[in-house]
């Protein structure tokens, strides 16, 4: 098969139609996007179509207008739309009602999940189309997420509690279509991306000849603030001789994309850069030379992942850092000077690779910064004042959120204790492991680090600022529709450090020129010595690794 690259001829006068709509800011509605993946991914009209997710009937009314239009001679497509709400399904019979072949529309309503072992019993489908539902794991309905879970075992996946629902929809899809079958799906950008996604990515190159990755280097719905892709894969095949060839392609935004009727500038990918593991797919972004050089410093041996040197773990989770996080006057009000802890509640207040006791003095002066910390002190011991803010925290409900709840003691911080290092959560430019000279702790909007073995914790600091580590950041995290990119512990544990206790670097002038707001000089200092002369990597090769990280954080940095 060869990867189909161009759109039907009638997709010509369609994009014309809907350019002169003149799109707000570039950004695409979704009847646009669904009309482009049907153009797609219909191809003689005969095909029998399923969209698992219909909601509203956005897919369902663009398969409709493309079987109209391209092959309205041919009467034998069949639709089958799944639908868990009554009420979206009733608007998506309306908006159909009265389009050319809506007949051919089999309505399925009910959760797809439970429907699915009916669906696998037919004939299986030429093509799926839709937009699966994004669903955290935490309002993942239960008793849906567990009947998921259970087909995806049986079809040699391992989910885990921690993936989103849009994931399982689209892995079961796979399984529901024919050989030869298509799938043209808007996903979120997180299959590029997240741990959970590994076994959907490894699926796609696995069961498909072709895959093409449509991204955008804006956002391309407004008001939602959530990165997509759109996902075309063609070629189902139930034998995996081979694995797929990958191809990218990258759009300005919608309003580019409605201009192009073919994909012919997609860039190919040799299943070795796709296959690799723990490289995820934003690396595809990268250009040849940029891969490679990530790709091979990463895998040096003197490339030390920072779990083997440190464990990393989230902050304090206080269920209201309003209420448990005081200023400096409130502390003295409550007479809690003895029960509390100093606590860094942004990332922002972590200018470089040290925060010292200077820094927190300047900090407490702008923002609460003492934690409330009643863990394990009897209530007896309490001041008159401070048992009177806990019970104006019980009349403002403070006790009743979730985290407060749960615990015997609804005033009680759990895991409170005073890490080695800070490491950024949410990244803006790039990540910094910042050692802890303040004795504070922090909230969940940074992590901690403590160290596993004896270390120069200002020495590891200043190495973690190179060029190897931030691109791999950029590679490992998660981005979101505003730019920030996400690290969770475990994916920091992976980073790369290239570090050794006898490195002649000195930690001093790295943290002087990021204070100064010099990172680029201090990037070239540190890696002049850990990349050039730990690693052994030629100036070329160095350059390419400062550029593979510009390009990944730009691209999500371009979002906001």
Known sequence: MTLSLDFGPQFLSNKAAAGAQKLRGGYYTP??????LCDWALRDGRERILEPSSGDGVFLVAALHTLAERFPKRGSAEIVSVELERAEEQKARARVSSLARSDCVRWLGGDFFHHFDHLKRGEGFDVVVGNPPFIRFQYFDSESREIAFAHLRRAGYHPTKLANAWAAFVQLSIELLKEGGRLAMVVPAELLQVGYATELRERLAAKFKHVVIVAFRKLVFADIQQEVVLLLAEGKRDDEPTRSDIHTIEFEDGSELLATNHLRDAVSHMPARHTRRGMKWTA????????????????????????????????????RNSFFVLTSETRSELDAHALTVPIVGRTSALKSITFTRKDFAALRRETPSHLLNLTGVPEDAFSAALSTYLRQGENEGVNLGYKCRIRRRWHDTPSVYVPDAFLYRQIHTHPLLVLNEAGATSTDTVHRVRFRQP?????????????????????????YGGGVLELEPREAEELPIPFSATLHLDPNRVDKLLREGNPNAALDYVDGIVLRGHLGLSAKA???????????????????
């Not at 895998?299 to 989770?317: E, M, Y």
């Open 284 to 319: 595809l972004f990268l250009g040849e030379r940029e891969y490679a050089a990530l790709d091979e410093a990463e895998q040096s041996a003197k490339a030390i992942p920072l779990g083997h040197l440190a464990d990393v773990d989230i902050g304090v989770v206080t269920g």
């Open 542 to 560: 160095t350059r390419s690794l400062r550029d593979a990280w510009r390009t990944l954080r730009d691209r999500r940095k371009n979002r906001r």
């Open 31 to 36: 009847a646009e996007l669904a009309k482009y």
């Open 455 to 479: 270390v120069d914790g200002k020495l590891l600091s200043a190495c973690f600022f190179n060029s190897l580590t931030l691109a791999w950041a950029e590679v490992a995290g998660r981005s």
